[in-house]
């Protein structure tokens, strides 16, 4: 086994020194072990992927499309993804020069960021929110300027996000996800409009997450490209959509001279994004609205369900809307710690949620619940749960 050389040790950069490698997969991790244990604790959807978009996979591979695609990704998915936009973002991308098809939307959330933040750059990011937009920025010597948003029903306000440019003057970035992971809020069109009014104000780029759009389950989705298309880079992709979390493609849209220099890391990076699997994604955008109409159906109906017990059980909720995650508080007399609340649960109850402290501030005393598993499974979860509250309650009393 190689030992690094000593006088290496402190030349490694220093910035990775300041985060941790994901805390979900590591508290998933960390779990695994537990024997019998129920996880609900990623966000991958156990339902499968369509046939027709595995048959365009394995035509693709049988006709040996097995060559380096464009950097940015091929022209007919770029297309495709042009199409898409158009029909429920209300904006037009140039798919020559506003398109690049990412490895996730994690690659697109990363090379964009990269791009753009230099060091001192401040990154407002509203939470409870997922962990990867604060890592990205500390990668990059940027700033995260994380924003609570619990006391405002998990919704970052037009006030709330005037008083934090106006005292961050260093913000470069401004980030959104909607629907949000991990609470399942999403923003309506008038919310949008109203953050769209305070973002036009200040020179910042607007970093938007719509990853979970088509998993929208109140009313139609609405887009802030539509009103700030000129200040917006728009991250989305097919892994939670039509269950393609394998398949790992993602892609972006901006204004082309954002695009140009995303487009340098990008390949630098990894290249171009597999051509078969690109040919998978091209059918489940072009031919995939049915399988997101089913998908979405289950997904409601799983949701109702669990929303229904845990309230039942004393949990009090964010108002899921949309994606697939339960973000519950701890009920009242319970350890309100939620890594304490959730390795005990995890031992003892045999059911793994993800402590909420690993979303940012405004997530401590909550979990989050992924309901992308069977209904077989949440109903045992419930039950679970429900047995865990109460030998909880009868330990601690009689103590």
Known sequence: MPELKKSLHSKTRKSLSQIGRSAIRQFDQEVSSIPGILKLTLGEPDLDTPDHI???????????????AAAAGNIELRTAISNYL????KI???????????????EAIYSSMTSLLESGDGVIIPTPAFPLYSAVAIVNDAVPIEVDTSNTDFVLTPDVLEDALQHNPNTKMVVLNYPTNP????????????????????????????IYCELNFGAEHASITEFIPDQTILINGVSKSYAMTGYRVGYLAAPKQVVTNILKLHGFAVTTVPTTIM??????????DADIIRMKQIY????????????????SLASPQGA???????PDGFPQNSRTFAVDLAQNGKLALVPGVVFGPGGEGYVRLSYAASMDHLKEAVSRMHTYL???????ESN
Do not use: C
């Open 300 to 315: 409601s109906k799983r949701r109702d369900y669990i929303v229904t017990e845990f309230k039942k059980m004393g949990f």
């Open 54 to 68: 595995k048959d365009a996979l394995i035509s693709a591979v049988q006709q040996n499309q097995s060559h380096y």
């Open 279 to 288: 040919v998978a994604a091209t059918e489940a955008i072009e031919h995939g």
């Open 390 to 396: 109460n030998n909880w309650r009868k330990n601690n």
């Open 92 to 106: 037009k991308y140039n798919p020559n020069s506003e398109i690049i098809v990412t490895v996730g939307a994690t």
């Open 324 to 330: 697939f995650y339960l973000f519950a508080k701890i």
């Open 86 to 89: 158009k029909k429920v973002n």
């Open 183 to 210: 609470t399942g809020v999403t923003y309506s069109r008038q919310q949008l409009a109203a953050l769209a009014k305070v973002l036009k104000k200040y020179s910042v780029f607007v970093l938007v997450d719509e």
